[in-house]
């Protein structure tokens, strides 16, 4: 079992700047894939980054790609996202989850057995 916690959302205005930190704790951190999700207001949770056990792998979704970045610190117990140029199209719970049957990265949210509960992004234009 491994538990999770999201922190850094808030209001922004479009162009700004965030970052999400997600605090693990429970397992040994660096046995966990992570990745980044977010639910937009009546849509379905959707994949935006995702990180490798060690780091040294990452992807994302397109419509991020260039704007946000993930990383993660395994001293820490944290993973985080960095996100810049926001837009409004941004505005969303993001979540945090963790897999640990795969090292890779996955854009799958079924792969993911662990999830936090999630920290509200607001975007204004």
């Known amino acids: 079992q491994v538990q999770l916690v999201e922190s850094g959302g808030g209001l922004v205005q479009a162009g700004g700047s965030l970052r999400l930190s997600c605090a693990a704790s429970g397992r040994t951190f660096s046995r966990f894939a992570m990745g980044w999700f977010r639910q937009p207001p009546g849509k379905e949770r959707e994949f935006v980054a995702a990180i490798s056990r060690s780091g040294g792998s990452t992807s994302y979704v397109y419509s991020v790609k260039g704007r946000f970045t993930i990383s993660r610190d395994n001293a820490k117990n944290t993973v985080y996202l960095q996100m810049s140029s926001l837009k409004p199209e941004d505005t969303a719970v993001y979540y945090c989850?963790?897999?640990?049957?795969?090292?890779?990265?996955?854009?799958?949210?079924?792969?993911?057995?662990?999830w936090g509960q999630g920290t509200q992004v607001t975007v204004s234009s």
């Open positions: 989850a963790a897999d640990e049957n795969y090292s890779g990265t996955s854009s799958l949210r079924d792969n993911y057995e662990y």
